[in-house]
């Protein structure tokens, strides 16, 4: 059983371009959360799709955004990259509906961008 | 302020020992979750254990186990036994609330080396 799977794992951007980040959900999973991972720190929420729709955004601009498909796979973009922006970004995938105590998140491995 | 704060940048522990990765949280809200993940240098965050603050007992998952001390908002990890294999970054996280989403609120992380 596969679990979250994030592509590419690895990609160099220079400043003010533009990035897309995919990931496919564990089975029978139907939420999507990113997280940004800088250097030595821990991961901070930038939001999170529930079927198809943002449902809660944490303390990001604008420049990021989101999408996810009707197969529960999801895409995040950065347009207009800044060095600061560099970080594992990390996708996160869980089952809505169960209560708030068992609903686990499932992280993949990350997509890491350098920005230059 | 910072919800969730881990103080021990690094640890070190001899294999088979036991070792406490402390945790405070700082939250207003009477319904939360705690959760730490474990972080190999591979990057994917591995869940080990919950607590609800609700919940009546410590938690416990195998050779981890969860000490919530409500009254002094601590939710120190404890790993017995330690292991070769258990060298990673350790961060908890905090979920507030009614939110049943993907938002968890991370701490710093912890560096947990084990020495043969």
């Known amino acids: 059983d596969a679990g979250v799977t994030q592509s590419p794992t690895h990609l160099i951007k220079t400043r003010g371009q533009q990035v897309t980040l995919r990931c496919s959900p564990k089975?029978?999973?139907?939420?999507v959360s990113w997280y940004q991972q800088a250097l030595g720190q821990g991961p901070q929420f930038i939001f999170q799709?529930?079927?198809?729709?943002?449902?809660q955004r944490g303390n990001f601009p604008d420049r990021f955004s989101g999408h996810q498909f009707p197969n529960y796979s999801s895409e995040l973009n950065v347009n207009a990259l800044l060095l600061g922006d560099s970080a594992l970004y990390l996708c996160?995938?869980?089952?809505?509906?169960?209560?708030?105590?068992?609903?686990?998140?499932?992280f993949g491995a990350g997509s890491r961008l350098t920005v230059l | 302020a910072q919800k969730i704060t881990q103080t021990q940048p690094g640890m070190f522990v001899q294999e088979k020992e036991a070792v406490t990765l402390d945790c405070t949280y700082d939250?207003?809200?009477?319904?939360?979750?705690l959760f730490w993940y474990k972080q190999p240098s591979s990057g994917e965050m591995i869940f080990l254990i919950y607590?609800?603050?609700?919940?009546?007992q410590n938690a416990t998952e195998g050779r981890y186990s969860l000490n919530f001390q409500k009254a002094r908002k601590s939710a120190n990890l404890v790993i017995s036994a330690s292991q070769l294999g258990d060298s990673a970054m350790y961060f908890c996280?905090?979920?507030?609330?009614?939110?049943?989403?993907?938002?968890?609120?991370f701490g710093q992380g912890t560096e947990l080396s084990v020495k043969p």
């Open positions: 939250t207003s809200d009477p319904s939360y979750g």
């Open positions: 996160a995938s869980s089952f809505l509906p169960l209560g708030a105590g068992a609903n686990v998140l499932t």
């Open positions: 799709y529930y079927e198809e729709e943002e449902r």
């Open positions: 607590q609800g603050s609700y919940d009546q």
């Open positions: 996280a905090m979920r507030e609330g009614s939110n049943q989403g993907g938002k968890l609120i």
């Open positions: 089975s029978g999973h139907d939420t």
